[in-house]
């Protein structure tokens, strides 16, 4: 048990360096873009290259530590690990990660059309209100990159995990929470998982910024049920102790203690939906909550290399055609607006708009090489 922990814990600290690291590189781009520059797709779009850059190594990295791990916890079950796991895959259906690093800026515009006659052009010296707004506009953005790091990251971990097991003949799993990563602690519902068993089959159910792990488990051993039990626990204990004065005395009064209270917390009903990017996740079914980001009700698919291949060439085809619209406003110096994909894009000109391009320019040469398209 010591050494599952050990190594459990190692895992989630060297996983959240990774994604802490990639949320600092990502958000630095997107903080030295001017306030007209959010609304200039020439820029945003570049931008989001850059990210889209970062993010694809950040997904190998993740699935690398992904494949050290399972590698370890295998080992610990005595299966030798087998099979050839690709080292980049990518983590949504029905999108890809060029129109993921760009959701930040439609969260920004979003929160910023709400109220239209604030319009600042610079990010210092604002009036009270004024300040007080922008800063909600950026966290806004901000709480986008966290989110959309924290799913892909957990996402990347899960799929290169599990896929290693079944692999090396696991066929089912246990989740493992980890309420020291959370600042409210575990959440019910990963509670509940926590302490089922899952067939390799099924994809690991998720919902926002959740920080379950997963262990294997064989018919001769299951080394995550006891340490299971242990944070369960910690979980009920700590919620117990978390609860007011009047509540706690309330729960006393009918016979309650922080045991039982964690009884009760189990019965804690759940609802797994499918989401049309992510694939299977958890919602309270007693409160109606569905906890789906996007794209509810859109067939999902296991990502895998097919799959990445098609959203590889879909960003390379919007990186070609976006190409002649950079050169046509960096030659004419005015703006060109014009429809792809279903939605209308308007490049301005910009202080920025050399850089943005530039940063255009390398993700398509390298979607060009990684996808073995001719010279």
Same mark, same amino acid.
């Given at each position: 048990?010591?050494?599952?922990?050990?190594?459990?814990?190692?895992?989630?600290?060297?996983?959240?360096?990774?994604?802490?690291?990639?949320?600092?590189?990502?958000?630095?781009?997107?903080?030295?873009?001017?306030?007209?520059?959010?609304?200039?797709?020439?820029?945003?779009?570049?931008?989001?290259?850059?990210?889209?850059?970062?993010?694809?190594?950040?997904?190998?990295?993740?699935?690398?530590?992904?494949?050290?791990?399972?590698?370890?916890?295998?080992?610990?079950?005595?299966?030798?690990?087998?099979?050839?796991?690709?080292?980049?895959?990518?983590?949504?259906?029905?999108?890809?990660?060029?129109?993921?690093?760009?959701?930040?800026?439609?969260?920004?515009?979003?929160?910023?059309?709400?109220?239209?006659?604030?319009?600042?052009?610079?990010?210092?010296?604002?009036?009270?209100?004024?300040?007080?707004?922008?800063?909600?506009?950026?966290?806004?953005?901000?709480?986008?990159?966290?989110?959309?790091?924290?799913?892909?990251?957990?996402?990347?971990?899960?799929?290169?995990?599990?896929?290693?097991? %079944?692999?090396?003949?696991?066929?089912?799993?246990?989740?493992?929470?980890?309420?020291?990563?959370?600042?409210?602690?575990?959440?019910?519902?990963?509670?509940?998982?926590?302490?089922?068993?899952?067939?390799?089959?099924? !994809?690991?159910?998720?919902?926002?910024?959740?920080?379950?792990?997963?262990?294997?488990?064989?018919?001769?051993?299951?080394?995550?049920?006891? !340490?299971?039990?242990?944070?369960?626990?910690?979980?009920?204990?700590?919620?117990?102790?978390?609860?007011?004065?009047?509540?706690? %005395?309330?729960?006393?009064?009918?016979?309650?203690?922080?045991?039982?209270?964690?009884?009760? !917390?189990?019965?804690?009903?759940?609802?797994?939906?499918?989401?049309?990017?992510?694939?299977?996740?958890?919602?309270?079914?007693?409160?109606?909550?569905?906890?789906?980001?996007?794209?509810?009700?859109?067939?999902?698919?296991?990502?895998?290399?097919?799959?990445?291949?098609?959203?590889?060439?879909?960003?390379?085809?919007?990186?070609?055609?976006?190409?002649?619209?950079?050169?046509?406003?960096?030659?004419?110096?005015?703006?060109?607006?014009?429809?792809?994909?279903?939605?209308?894009?308007?490049?301005?000109?910009?202080?920025?708009?050399?850089?943005?391009?530039?940063?255009?320019?390398?993700?398509?040469?390298?979607?060009?090489?990684?996808?073995?398209?001719?010279?």
């Amino acid at each position: 048990m010591p050494e599952l922990e050990s190594v459990l814990n190692v895992m989630e600290r060297q996983r959240q360096a990774l994604v802490d690291e990639y949320i600092q590189r990502a958000w630095t781009m997107f903080k030295s873009m001017t306030p007209a520059d959010w609304w200039n797709d020439a820029v945003t779009e570049g931008v989001g290259a850059y990210v889209t850059e970062q993010q694809m190594a950040f997904i190998r990295r993740m699935r690398r530590l992904a494949i050290s791990y399972a590698d370890i916890m295998l080992g610990l079950v005595n299966i030798s690990p087998d099979g050839q796991i690709p080292e980049y895959v990518v983590t949504r259906d029905n999108t890809d990660p060029w129109s993921v690093a760009v959701r930040p800026v439609s969260e920004y515009r979003h929160m910023a059309t709400r109220d239209p006659t604030i319009r600042p052009l610079a990010w210092d010296n604002l009036e009270d209100k004024v300040q007080t707004a922008v800063d909600e506009w950026l966290d806004a953005a901000f709480g986008k990159v966290q989110d959309t790091a924290r799913t892909d990251g957990q996402l990347a971990s899960t799929h290169a995990t599990l896929d290693r097991f %079944k692999d090396s003949g696991v066929t089912m799993y246990r989740r493992v929470i980890h309420p020291e990563l959370s600042r409210s602690g575990t959440c019910g519902l990963c509670v509940v998982a926590s302490d089922r068993l899952y067939s390799i089959a099924s !994809l690991l159910p998720l919902h926002s910024n959740c920080h379950c792990g997963v262990i294997p488990v064989t018919e001769s051993s299951d080394p995550g049920s006891g !340490l299971t039990q242990s944070d369960l626990n910690r979980v009920y204990k700590a919620a117990w102790n978390a609860l007011s004065d009047k509540r706690r %005395k309330e729960l006393e009064a009918q016979g309650f203690t922080y045991t039982t209270y964690g009884r009760d !917390l189990m019965n804690v009903r759940v609802n797994y939906t499918v989401n049309g990017e992510i694939g299977p996740v958890m919602a309270r079914a007693d409160t109606g909550e569905r906890n789906v980001p996007s794209r509810q009700g859109v067939e999902w698919h296991t990502p895998d290399r097919e799959m990445t291949e098609r959203q590889l060439q879909r960003m390379y085809d919007r990186a070609v055609a976006f190409d002649a619209h950079y050169r046509k406003v960096y030659e004419t110096g005015q703006p060109d607006s014009f429809r792809y994909g279903g939605r209308t894009y308007t490049f301005r000109p910009s202080n920025h708009l050399e850089q943005a391009w530039a940063y255009h320019s390398r993700l398509m040469m390298s979607l060009r090489t990684t996808l073995g398209l001719a010279a």
